[in-house]
């Protein structure tokens, strides 16, 4: 019957999508850890041995490097950005929650360096493409200008400058740790996410802090 040629072949190709899917997370996955053994710069034939398969099998899933470091970089922001939110919500009061935020991400800086420095740097991509921290530094912004947002209104203040100040933390934040990483780590953690902390704060604390954060 036509109807069940159809439905078996809908059948075959949903399984076929899965497969797929199921093989990217898996290439995904050995390109982390093939990151981890080899440091940023790994090549492709690296990629692939530690996928255990071939250059030409991971170019069926993937159309470049760039794609494959696309992949990589949405898996990252995926982990990382729910980190950063549970810091935020649970750092309790406007300064809490930034100092929680910074520390966060400096730690997932510090934890695998090689990785960060694979998702920052697109020099042996085959072509340009979109920095996916980009957009996470957004989403993170969007987060940090929201909790500004609820500080302002609680003290009767005009909150449309929590944008700005929002993102504007985030890229200071993110500038830094770069410099820090590039630096080769010439403070610990701990001190540059106080003094990242002490440098946000000095600002919002005139508009958004309570007499416990002053």
């Known amino acids: 019957m036509p109807g069940q040629v159809a439905g078996t072949r809908d059948r075959r190709d949903s399984r076929w999508d899965e497969h797929r899917r199921e093989r990217r997370e898996q290439l995904v996955q050995a390109t982390l850890t093939a990151v981890s053994k080899h440091g940023a710069g790994v090549g492709m034939d690296e990629i692939a041995a530690e996928a255990g398969t071939s250059k030409t099998v991971v170019y069926r899933h993937f159309a470049d490097r760039a794609e494959l470091y696309v992949a990589v970089c949405t898996r990252v922001a995926a982990q990382l950005l729910p980190k950063l939110r549970d810091a935020m919500d ?3 009061s406007p300064r809490g929650m930034v100092a929680a935020a910074i520390d966060t991400y400096l ?3 510090e934890g695998d360096p090689e990785l960060y420095r694979f998702v920052v740097d697109q020099q042996t991509l085959d072509r340009p493409t979109t920095d996916p921290l980009t957009s996470l530094s957004d989403l993170v912004g969007a ?17 449309s400058p929590a944008a700005p100040w929002g ?3 985030v890229g ?8 820090w990483l590039r630096a080769d ?3 610990p953690r701990s001190a540059l ?4 902390t002490d440098l ?9 802090s309570t007499k416990e954060d002053k």
């Open 90 to 92: 649970s750092g309790g």
């Open 107 to 109: 730690t997932f800086i």
């Open 143 to 159: 987060q940090v200008a929201a909790a500004i947002t609820v500080a302002l209104q609680q003290a009767g203040a005009d909150p």
């Open 167 to 169: 993102h504007g933390v």
């Open 172 to 179: 200071m934040v993110r500038a830094a740790a770069d410099w």
């Open 185 to 187: 780590r010439p403070m």
């Open 193 to 196: 996410a106080a003094h990242l």
């Open 200 to 208: 946000a704060w000095a600002g919002l604390s005139g508009v958004v």
